[in-house]
T-cell receptor, first 113, second 114 residues
Framework: AQSVSQHNHHVILSEAASLELGCNYS??????LFWYVQYPGQHLQLLLK??????LVKGIKGFEAEFIKSKFSFNLRKPSVQWSDTAEYFC???????????FGTGTRLQVFP | EAGVAQSPRYKIIEKRQSVAFWCNPI?????LYWYQQILGQGPKLLIQ????????DSQLPKDRFSAERLKGVDSTLKIQPAKLEDSAVYLC????????????FGSGTRLTVV
């Protein structure tokens, strides 16, 4: 069965620090990849997505992610985090044979001023 | 554009009681999803509707959970009887059609079973 792994469960950073959140998926075929963010008390929002083409995807609020097919990875990055980035981040994948959005367990990011 | 509406926001019930959640998707969205998000875990798909038909309910515990989407618009998810392990946030999402991956999520209903 397809699965998504997020290695960092809880990340604590100071403002202006760089961020990288890991995401790996288990599926050998074609995938669509997503990062969602959930701010405290709010609904899930799409940060960015990869369907095809340039493996470096830019999303909202300065986030980007790189799809590395050989590593089955889709890590999320931001060069300089802000306090307002405090939230839970979910990696998700849709495989062509299931058409279902499968989420990782999430990474809780806390940014301190 | 209005978002996906869910109610109630919070619900506390005792085990063995029943509970129902309501979802109103974005107008024109044919596909509707119910996800269960247990604390510390990612959302897990329970059921997917295309208009008023069920596309996938393989992860729905059918002995206690049921869902319907009459007229292909609003949807309700019911749990009867509830168990302690059903405590979770129940998320509703919609998209224009199956295969369109522009999911929009509602704010969810937080269920606590005591």
């Amino acid at each position: 069965a397809q699965s998504v792994s997020q290695h960092n469960h809880h990340v604590i950073l100071s403002e202006a620090a760089s961020l990288e959140l890991g995401c790996n998926y288990s599926y050998g075929g074609t995938v669509n990849l997503f990062w969602y963010v959930q701010y405290p008390g709010q609904h899930l929002q799409l940060l960015l997505k990869y369907f095809s083409g340039d493996p470096l995807v830019k999303g909202i609020k300065g986030f980007e992610a790189e799809f590395i097919k050989s590593k089955f990875s889709f890590n999320l990055r931001k060069p300089s985090v802000q306090w307002s980035d405090t939230a839970e981040y979910f990696c998700a994948v849709i495989t062509y044979n299931t058409d279902k959005l499968i989420f990782g367990t999430g990474t809780r990011l806390q940014v301190f001023p | 554009e209005a978002g996906v509406a869910q109610s109630p926001r919070y619900k506390i019930i005792e085990k063995r009681q029943s509970v129902a959640f309501w979802c109103n998707p974005i107008s024109g969205h044919a596909t509707l999803y119910w996800y269960q998000q247990i604390l510390g875990q990612g959302p897990k798909l329970l059921i997917q509707f295309q208009n008023n038909g069920v596309v996938d309910d393989s992860q729905l515990p059918k002995d206690r959970f049921s869902a319907e989407r009459l007229k292909g618009v609003d949807s309700t998810l019911k749990i009867q009887p509830a168990k302690l392990e059903d405590s979770a946030v129940y998320l509703c999402a919609s998209s224009l059609e199956s295969g369109d991956y522009g999911y929009t999520f509602g704010s969810g209903t937080r269920l606590t079973v005591v």
